[in-house]
């Protein structure tokens, strides 16, 4: 987790300085080395780093060292998140390491009055940071203005280019300064995005610190293959034998997280779900008792699956597998952080052994079978190795660096049909 580097040798300010050491920061993390000194620079950065590496402080310390003064109304910053309670933890970073300074900050998103992030604005902030819906609205009214931006950051840039974001990042950075500097940064930049990303860049330099293992390595991953009406039961058994800190349990829709929840709170107490039907107030409230450690069991749609830093996080469950290869690399990402320790597991249908090996592929590893009494193997599937070739073809999903090490094991050419 350690680089080589310090913070002191990275000339940065005395006021710097005291905030990270009161943050408890001793050393730069290997992307905060890397970024930090080249962002200081000016120069366009696409980061990619694994899951809770320091991502958030690698951009947030160059663009506070790089605030000007004088009377600057508008923001010089503009951080862009894909969801409201990441905006909320990436403005509480920069609270932390502007400490000392006169930086103020504003998160910008949905769900909360207008007019309170409105009378923030028109006070005077020098970095926002929001979700992209509400910075258009707000800029639409006239109450944010781009004009002052230095520095564009795009955090969890592939979901912020997805097709779901890009046309509303696509606005904003059509109204933002032409000279500006811009930031990308994620565990996962599959190379199309990496391609895409150059077009709003000038001339980036792409620094990748996770070249061979995207997912954590603190992380311990296993899955079971269970059929899906017994998953329930499986959860339950599994939460009394691993006894967890704090837990997330992954479901693919709204639905199914409410379903899930409240067939878990009847059993356990201390659970709790969040998703984005539900009220912006709820949602607060649920993520404030989760960081308080109230909360054990979270059951959860993917809008807490990026970005969210909660260091008493100890399980990640995939109820359901993910859709996509990468957001498995993020769920799971949630625990581990800064090198602690964490453990994930994966419930697998019969039929999804395509996607358990996607997965794999992407993430150049093997997911070892976990066991638990009363849950033995129900059925013996094979992936396909139809699922090698697609992987292959410069699609959407990126290739791995390297073969996967799947010959461990002396397992022959059939590598690629397991069983499950
Ligand atoms: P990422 O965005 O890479 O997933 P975060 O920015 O959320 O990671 O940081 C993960 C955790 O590490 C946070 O709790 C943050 O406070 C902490 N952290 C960041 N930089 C350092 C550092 N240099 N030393 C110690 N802890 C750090
Ligand atoms: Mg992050």
Do not use: W
């Amino acid at each position: 987790m350690r680089s080589d580097t310090t913070f002191d040798q990275m000339e940065l300010s005395d006021e710097m300085l005291a905030a990270l050491a009161n943050a408890g920061y001793e050393s730069p993390t290997p992307v905060q080395a890397g970024l930090i000194p080249r962002a200081l620079e000016g120069v366009d950065v696409m980061g990619q780093a694994r899951t809770g590496t320091g991502k958030t402080a690698a951009f947030a310390i160059p663009i506070l060292e790089g605030l000007r003064d004088g009377k600057i109304r508008g923001p010089q910053a503009l951080v862009l998140v894909p969801t409201r309670e990441l905006a909320v933890q990436v403005r509480d970073e920069f609270v932390k390491l502007a400490d000392g300074q006169r930086a103020r900050s504003v998160a910008l998103y949905g769900g909360k009055p207008i007019r309170q992030q409105i009378e923030k604005l028109r006070g005077g902030v020098e970095v926002a940071i929001g979700t992209p819906g509400r910075v258009l609205d707000l800029m639409s009214r006239g109450a944010l203005l781009l004009n002052d931006v230095d520095i564009i950051v795009l955090d969890e840039a592939d979901r912020m280019l997805d097709i779901g974001f890009r046309p509303d990042i696509e606005k904003i950075l059509r109204r933002a300064p032409t000279d500006r500097q811009t930031l990308l940064l994620s565990a996962t930049i599959p190379p199309p995005v990496e391609r895409l990303a150059r077009r709003y860049m000038d001339a980036p330099e792409v620094l990748n610190f996770s070249p061979v293992e995207i997912s954590g390595d603190t992380i311990d991953q296993y899955y079971f293959t269970v059929d899906g009406e017994r998953k329930f039961d499986l959860l339950v058994a599994l939460m009394s034998r691993e006894q967890p800190k704090q837990a997330i349990i992954f479901c693919r829709t709204k639905r199914g997280v409410d379903k899930v929840h409240h067939r878990l709170a009847r059993k356990l107490s201390e659970a709790e779900c969040i998703h984005g039907d539900l009220a912006q107030n709820v949602r607060d409230r649920v993520m404030a008792a989760f960081r308080a450690g109230k909360v054990r069991y979270l059951v959860a749609t993917d809008v807490v699956g990026r970005g969210i830093d909660v260091s008493g996080i100890s399980h990640i469950i995939n109820y359901d597998i993910p859709q996509f290869c990468d957001d498995y690399v993020h769920r799971v990402g949630r625990t581990g952080r800064m090198g602690s320790e964490g453990v994930a597991y994966t419930f697998v249908a019969p039929e999804e052994g395509n996607e358990l090996t996607r997965i794999e592929i992407r993430i150049n590893r093997l997911l070892e079978r976990a066991e638990i009494d009363g849950f033995e193997t129900v059925a013996k599937p094979t992936a396909d190795a139809s699922v090698l070739d697609e992987m292959g073809d410069g699609g959407d999903e990126a290739p791995p660096a390297k073969p996967p090490p799947f010959g461990r094991g002396g397992r022959g050419p059939r590598r690629y049909r397991r069983a499950l």
